[in-house]
Every structure is written in C-alpha cells, then in structure tokens.
C-alpha cells in the first residue's frame, strides 16, 4: 500500500493499493500532480494524486525493482531492478527509451545529477557507476515532436559509463551527487560511507 500524507497536521488523505506485493520506492513530479512507485511485481505505475488513480503502468523489468525516480526536466524516469538492468522511461509516451548494462548484482539506487547530464547508480557489485546520457538527450530533444521516429531512434548507445568506482568491499546500497561540486557519496555493506571525487575523465576514492 501507498499512503499519501498532509504531514502538517498528521492526516493521511489516500491510500493506493493496486501494487500486488512490496512497494520499494515512490518519487513525486516536480511541477505536476503526480508521482511514481515500484516494487516487487516488476511494474512501475504513475500516479494523478488529485483524480485518485494508476493512469498507466510501465513493463518490462524482469525483477524486483528497487528505486524509481523522475528527471527533473525532461518527461523521463530511471528504474533499478534485481534484473542488474537500470532502465530509462520516457512517461510521456510511455515508452522504454535505454536499457543500461553492466552492473553484475542486483541494482541498488539511481539517481540523475541535478545539472549535467549523468546519471549515478549503485549495486551489490560492490561498485558505484556513473553514466552519461547526454547523447540520448540530444536525440530526445530533435525527435521530441516526431512520432515516428521516436519509437525508432534508440539503439541502446546512446548513454555511456564514464566512471567506474570500486572500493567497497560489499555491496552498496546506496550513492548520491553532491549538488554543485564534483562529489559522490556512497554507502554499503561494509559499513562504510565512501566520498567520491569526479573530474574530467576521472574518478578517485577522496576519503
């Protein structure tokens, strides 16, 4: 079950309850009333909070999904599964628009950076990847209008691994950008919160 709350006076307005099994993750929209949420029947929903109801559900994650989060510009989301795939979604459409492959264990968190156009994520690989995706923007952003080729224009290129960091002896469960200032926050099973420094072509465990 989803449950929306009023947290300034303790209420919970609604509850959703079409997911079959765990939620794990829900995300809001910045700017329109609605949110996202995923779990263990492998399907992503998306959510008008006002009218009430599911409007649509993305398949095709073959897992678990742990984390779903909106693009804080484009009509995009990005999903982590137990599959080792993240996914990226374009929810306008409602189309999957990039599959990201490389990660061997069970993908943990994503996250897109707030200014450039990266994407960071985690898994029990024990690694932390950052991936660049500013060729699927720039696709996204000249077939935006175009029907037609928006079904056709993705080969599964377009978004590379740029970094690559390893340090953690265990899995991990959880990374993040800094905001502004080039850093990587990572935390996992060994108990340890790894900061990460991010400049041109490299990355490197800073403390």
Same mark, same amino acid.
């Given at each position: 079950i989803i449950q929306l709350f009023d947290y300034r006076v303790g209420v919970i307005i609604e509850k959703f309850s079409d997911h079959e099994g765990p939620v794990r993750s829900v995300d809001f929209h910045r700017t329109q009333p609605l949110f996202t949420s +995923?779990?263990?029947? #492998?399907?992503i929903r998306v959510w008008d909070y006002n009218k009430k109801k599911c409007l649509?559900? &993305? %398949?095709? *994650?073959i897992d678990y999904i742990?984390? @779903?989060?909106? *693009?804080?510009? &484009?009509? /995009?989301?990005?999903?982590t599964s137990d599959d080792q795939t993240?996914? =990226? /979604? $374009?929810? #306008?459409?409602?189309? $999957?628009? +990039?599959v990201l492959t490389g990660h061997t264990h069970y993908v943990m968190s994503a996250e897109f950076h707030p200014e450039d156009n990266l994407? &960071?994520? %985690? %898994? =029990?690989? $024990?690694?932390?990847? @950052?991936w660049d995706y500013s060729e699927l923007k720039e696709k996204h952003q000249k077939y935006a209008g175009d029907s037609k080729k928006n079904d056709l224009m993705y080969t599964g290129t377009e978004v590379e691994v740029k970094h690559i960091c390893e340090g953690h002896e265990k899995g991990v469960n959880f +990374?993040?950008? *800094?905001?502004?200032?080039?850093l990587i926050a990572s935390g996992a099973d060994d108990k340890l919160i790894k900061l990460w420094r991010m400049s041109g072509s490299r990355a490197w465990e800073l403390d």
């Open positions: +995923a779990g263990d029947d #492998q399907k649509f559900i &993305l %398949s095709g *994650h742990r984390m @779903v989060k909106f *693009h804080h510009e &484009l009509p /995009w989301i990005i999903s993240i996914r =990226l /979604w $374009n929810w #306008q459409n409602r189309s $999957n628009i +990039a994407i &960071l994520s %985690s %898994s =029990l690989d $024990n690694k932390v990847y @950052v +990374a993040c950008f *800094h905001p502004s200032r080039g």
